[in-house]
């Protein structure tokens, strides 16, 4: 398939993006389902929030397992069964009453993302791009996960002016199956180069696992997944509960938003959109600069806009220039891990490689997640959980200055 890997929108790379703009684009909207089925069933609002958090710690413990079938059976059935997975979720979630029905549930959500989202599809775009358009190539299929999320919660949120939350859980599902009609683009991609296949997945593994930059890498993850989780479950209610119902400076009426229960929506679409150019930008400079640096002055740069949003009046205006700005380095760190894993360690088990990092995302997507219900609901507002991601965010920007860059098998030689 030398076509797919000469040029950078290859088949493979335009499905692989569809895939995940659907996945991410219903997996974005799940924060906007807080209040209303909080609402509906008079949950405490740690009930829900739980449940969104189940569903990011199985995303992450699914991802290596995803990834590990992708490559031993096939890259195309482990997104059908991903695909199959998210949808079951999605129809029995839409029956579940009480919070243990939806927390254990969103179990299969979860693993759906895992086999539709990044752990599977980056991998699969890994392998079919030269050296030269690796970086751009998974910074524009990070990019279409953004773009999903620009559609993703505002469409939940004006399909519940029409219908039940439950049916927009239902239409969901279908949406999931709906895309597998990209599937024959994802073609098999070609074997790995002879030096890599010399090695197991067991061996290759295994000495990942002991690498101190691997284990950098994998800790500096964690911030990512609690700022991204923490903010797609919990920001559209905490704007609809800290910005009120007035809007003296217009900033809503001129987003044609009526109430700040929508600008919740809005905001996670604002990250989206700004994220879509970010995201690209990230994979497009990690092809030319060091990928530990850009990834410190990512994380460098969300806790610096995180601290100055909440130390500041937080009003319609100061939320949009947030949703911007964060937006901007919102999934930036995606393309750069990615690409850093596939560049220290190779590309025939990169799904595998990038699946264990990406647990560490989801570990901190679980915190962000549950941390913010539990906290909510201790002190009635999320001040406490936004100064905790303040932090941790200053640590990954630390802890990947010492990772070294040299390629693993370039490090065994020289040793």
Known sequence: MPNSRSSLFSPILIGGSLIIMVGFAIRASFGVFQIPIATEFGWMRADFSLAIAIQNLAWGIGQPIFGAIAERFGDR?????????YAVGLVL???AVTPGAHQFLEILVGFGIAGTGFGVIL?????TSSNANRSMALGVATAAGSAGQVIGAPTAEWLMTMMSWQSVFLLFAVAILAVLAALPMMRIPPPAPRGEMEESMREIVGKTLVDPSYILIFIGFFSCGYQLGFITAHFPAMITEMCG????????ASLGVSTTSALGAVAIALIGIANISGTIAAGWLGNYFSRKYLLASVYLGRTIIAAVFILMPITPASVVLFSLAMGALWLATVPLTSGLVAHLYGVRYMGTLYGIVFFSHQLGSFMGVWLGGQLYDLYGNYTAVWWVGVGVGALSAVVHLPVNETPHHLRRVAA
Do not use: E, K, M
Not at 245 to 252: E, N, R
């Open 77 to 85: 059935r482990a997104i059908v069964l991903g695909a199959v997975f």
């Open 93 to 95: 979630s839409s029956f």
């Open 123 to 127: 991998a699969v775009v890994g392998r």
């Open 245 to 252: 119902a007035i809007d003296p400076s217009g900033t809503l």
